[in-house]
C-alpha cells in the first residue's frame, strides 16, 4: 500500500499509533485521576511552611487552571517522570510509588469506564487497515497497566500487532521502540510511520517513513507541519491518505 504524503506516495507496511490525543481524547480523562494521585502523594510531603503548594506542583506538571498543557510531563512524559519532577521537590520513594500510582490509574480507569472517549471509530480504522495488509500498533509513553486497561475497555486491544510502553521499550523519542517494532512486524523503518499529537512524536518519527500529525491537542500548527509528511486534523481523515499500488 501507499500512503499519500506532503514527499509523494510512500510504501507504507506498518502504521503505529500515539495514544493519548491520537487515538483516545484526554482533554478530561487524566486530570482528575492524576490531580488525585499527585494529591495522595503530596499529602504526606508538604508541609505548613512548604515554598511549593500542591496547587504549583501540578503546574509544574503541566496541569493548570483544571486543563492539561500541551507537551507537558503530564500531557507527553511517562509515569516516572512524573514521579522525578516531584522527586526533584519532596524525598519519595519512587519505585514503591510506582506501582501504587499505576495500581491507583486502574482502578480509576475501571471505575469511570466512561471518560475514555476515543476519537472517531478506533475498532474500525484499525480493522480496515489490517485489511488492507498494514500493521497495526501503539507507542505510548504510558505504562503498560494502564494502557492495556484503556484498549480493552474499548475492545481494541487485541487488534495491535505492537504494543510498546516504557515498561519495555525507552521512551519516546528515543527509537528503541521503533526498532523493536520493525524487528517484530519485519517491516523496515522507512515503512514505518508513526501518528501523533505532539512535537515530541514528530521528534521520535524522523527514526522512520515519517510522523504523521493530528492537531488535537492545541500544539503548534506550523510546527507540525514542518516536522510531519503529513497533517490530519483528526485521525479519522488518515484512511483517506491509503491507497492501493
Known amino acids: 500500500m501507499k500512503l499519500q504524503t506532503n514527499k509523494g506516495n510512500l510504501e507504507v507496511k506498518a502504521i503505529l499509533f500515539d495514544k493519548d490525543g ?20 503530596l ?34 512524559g511517562t509515569v516516572e517522570d512524573m514521579l522525578d519532577e516531584i522527586g526533584k521537590y519532596f524525598p519519595i520513594a519512587k519505585t514503591a510509588l510506582y506501582d501504587e500510582v499505576l495500581k491507583d490509574f486502574r482502578n480509576y480507569l475501571l471505575a469511570h469506564p466512561d471518560m475514555i472517549v476515543p476519537i472517531g ?20 509513553n504510558d505504562s503498560y497497566v494502564p494502557t492495556k486497561t ?10 495491535f500487532d505492537f504494543v510498546a510502553t516504557p515498561d519495555d521499550y525507552a521512551a519516546k523519542p528515543i527509537a528503541d521502540s521503533l526498532i523493536g517494532a520493525s524487528q517484530q512486524l519485519g517491516v523496515p523503518l ?53 491507497i492501493g499500488e
Open 22 to 41: 491520537t487515538l483516545t481524547n484526554i482533554d478530561n480523562l487524566w486530570i482528575e485521576p492524576t490531580e488525585m494521585v499527585i494529591r495522595k502523594i
Open 43 to 76: 499529602k504526606q510531603h508538604i508541609k505548613e511552611d512548604s515554598t511549593v503548594t500542591i496547587e504549583q506542583m501540578l503546574e509544574l506538571l503541566g496541569i493548570v487552571e483544571g486543563e492539561i498543557v500541551p507537551n507537558s510531563v503530564i500531557a507527553s
Open 121 to 140: 471509530d478506533v475498532a474500525f480504522l484499525i480493522s480496515e487497515l489490517k485489511n488492507k495488509g498494514i500493521k497495526v500498533g501503539v507507542v505510548t
Open 150 to 159: 484503556i484498549f480493552e475497555i474499548l475492545k481494541v486491544w487485541y487488534l
Open 190 to 242: 522507512n515503512e514505518i510511520f508513526y501518528v501523533g499529537d505532539s512535537y515530541l512524536d514528530m521528534e521520535y518519527a524522523k527514526h522512520c517513513g515519517g510522523g504523521i500529525a493530528v492537531l488535537t491537542s492545541g500544539s503548534d500548527i506550523q510546527k507540525m507541519k514542518e516536522q510531519s509528511v503529513l497533517v490530519l486534523d483528526s485521525v479519522e481523515q488518515l484512511l483517506d491518505f491509503v
